[in-house]
């Protein structure tokens, strides 16, 4: 499903876990359509009902003709290891899943508090076993489409200070893009194991070949002696 602010002709295709709990909260503000809970009633799950998160569709983009369409993207090892940090660490998703509590056939035995290199060395049992940690890591052309061309304007999160200037010149409004959902704790490639890097770095080289254009891949060339098999690609 595409955002819209209809009465200021906006769309917006969000990307998980690229600041789009600060923009989506920043839109359902600015929409005459939306009415906002009390603020006291009001946490970072009010956004998404309001603005569910769907897949791109490329003849539901096409019909929005005259509409000023953006995106915003994010960093993919940033990206990546957000999930950790925020689904697994700070909402539980692992320990909340009933498949990985309860065990299947077809399910790899696997904690469900794991640190950082059981989750990434993992990953794949960890998302056939959560759907919302499938849906946190699929890749940024799920949600965006395959092409970027189609946007106005394509920020990275980097500028959510930018894009809250050009909505307010949009719509002449006062816009405010808060900092929603930030993860309590923090990860970097330097806390991982080699192998673990290993193991990320196909569903990584992917994710940055498709943004090319806004950021630029920090790993290095693959170890010979990694005995990882390559990870698929999540879809």
Not at 205 to 227: I, K, M, Q, T, V
């Amino acid at each position: 499903m595409v955002i819209t602010v209809d009465a200021h002709k906006l769309a917006y295709m969000a990307l998980p876990k690229a600041g789009c709990s600060s923009v989506k909260e920043a839109l359902a503000r600015l929409d005459p359509s939306v009415t906002l809970p009390p603020e006291d009633q009001i946490d970072v799950r009010t956004w998404h009902g309001i603005y569910p998160t769907r897949r791109f569709r490329k003849h539901r983009w096409r019909a929005l003709e005259g509409y000023w369409g953006f995106c915003v993207v994010r960093d993919p090892v940033k990206r990546l290891l957000s999930v950790y940090t925020n689904r697994v660490l700070q909402f539980g998703d692992t320990m909340n899943s009933r498949k990985l509590r309860q065990g299947r056939d077809w399910l790899p035995d696997l904690p469900r508090q794991p640190d950082p290199d059981t989750f990434f060395q993992n990953l794949q049992g960890y998302v056939m076993g959560s759907s919302s940690i499938k849906h946190h890591v699929m890749g940024a052309r799920v949600f965006l489409g395959p092409d970027l061309g189609v946007y106005d304007k394509v920020y990275r999160t980097e500028e959510l200070g930018q894009l809250a200037y050009d909505l307010a010149l949009l719509t002449r409004q006062n816009v405010h893009m808060p900092r929603g959902n930030r993860s309590e704790a923090q990860l970097t490639l330097d806390d991982l194991a080699p192998r673990t890097i290993d193991a990320l770095r196909p569903m990584l080289d992917e994710e940055y070949a498709f943004l090319s254009d806004y950021y630029d891949n920090p790993l290095g060339p693959r170890r010979h002696d990694a005995c990882v098999t390559p990870m698929r690609r999540v879809s």
